[in-house]
């Protein structure tokens, strides 16, 4: 998707923050809902449907479908997709990982947030992956403290990523969050420690690390919006909202309705 449509931060007033944290919770209940069907057999599609209807009776829109041409209310990425991969009418297989991103609008402010799954029997490396790339997620998170900089979340990413061997995504980033999907600042996934704008209470953001098995380098397909491991590796793709409140992060966002599903997969 086309990023950023504003040229500064937004810092969020407490009750913007508890009206986002309102609408990162429709996309959690979303990403339940299909844990409940992720399994061998279905089909992207399928889940697409589901999801669109869901956040219709939670009194919110879906907030990808339309928003830059977006034929979809999910983003469903199978093995080697990195991100931004439309839904078709391909089952999934045994095997398989699949992330999904998801947004919805509640009272006009966006969630967005993203979990991959695995299905049946996957393979120990892309399991551990999977894990690694959580663990980022989280790392990054643990930097968003009114004492440190931006590009210290991407450094925590950064470091966690490449010792374990795996590639970090530098075309695709995290981003600010709000009444636009997509506000300043960039969040990339990778970084200089102590860099960057100086974290500020009421800074909302979607943090995303996109980690791939093997190298960091990234292509388009011809449908001009699945992007792909260059070499046909597999990806994972994780993503949490965040306001700093007191100082301190503050998920707005949670996977509790997926592990209440499948259980923690730690």
């Known amino acids: 998707m086309p990023l950023f449509s504003r040229n500064m931060i937004l810092y969020k007033t407490p009750e913007e923050i508890a009206i986002m944290r309102d609408a990162a919770q429709v996309v959690s209940r979303t990403l339940g809902l299909v844990a409940k069907h992720m399994k061998e057999g279905v089909t992207p599609k399928e889940l697409d449907k589901m999801a669109h209807d869901y956040i219709l009776s939670q009194d919110a829109t879906?907030?990808?479908?339309?928003?830059?041409?977006?034929?979809?209310?999910?983003?469903?990425?199978?093995?080697?997709?990195?991100?931004?991969?439309?839904?078709?009418?391909?089952?999934?297989?045994?095997?398989?990982v699949v992330s999904v991103d998801c947004g919805a609008v509640y009272k006009g402010y966006?969630?967005?947030?993203?979990?991959?799954?695995?299905?049946?029997?996957?393979?120990?490396?892309?399991?551990?992956?999977?894990k690694v790339t959580k663990e980022c997620l989280y790392?990054?998170?643990?930097?968003?403290?009114?004492?440190?900089?931006?590009?210290?979340?991407?450094?925590?990413?950064?470091?966690?990523?490449?010792?374990?061997?795996?590639?970090v995504v530098r075309d695709l980033v995290g981003h600010g969050l709000g009444k636009t999907l997509h506000e300043e600042p960039q969040v990339p996934n990778y970084g200089r420690r102590g860099r960057g704008k100086k974290l500020q209470n009421g800074l909302t953001i979607a943090i995303e690390p996109m980690i791939n098995m093997g190298t960091e380098k990234v292509i388009t397909l011809d449908d001009q919006w699945t992007i792909v491991t260059a070499d046909g590796k597999p990806?994972?793709?994780?993503?949490?909202?965040?306001?700093?409140?007191?100082?301190?992060?503050?998920?707005?966002?949670?996977?509790?309705?997926?592990?209440?599903?499948?259980?923690s997969d730690d």
């Open 62 to 96: 879906p907030g990808f479908l339309g928003l830059y041409g977006c034929p979809s209310t999910l983003l469903i990425s199978v093995n080697e997709m990195v991100v931004h991969g439309l839904p078709t009418d391909k089952p999934f297989v045994d095997g398989d």
């Open 139 to 167: 790392k990054g998170i643990e930097q968003c403290t009114i004492s440190n900089r931006l590009e210290d979340i991407g450094w925590a990413i950064q470091q966690h990523a490449e010792s374990n061997g795996y590639g």
């Open 235 to 263: 990806s994972a793709h994780f993503e949490h909202d965040i306001a700093i409140v007191d100082g301190e992060p503050d998920i707005l966002s949670t996977f509790d309705y997926i592990y209440d599903v499948i259980g």
């Open 110 to 130: 966006y969630g967005d947030h993203a979990y991959t799954f695995q299905i049946g029997n996957v393979d120990p490396e892309v399991k551990k992956l999977l």
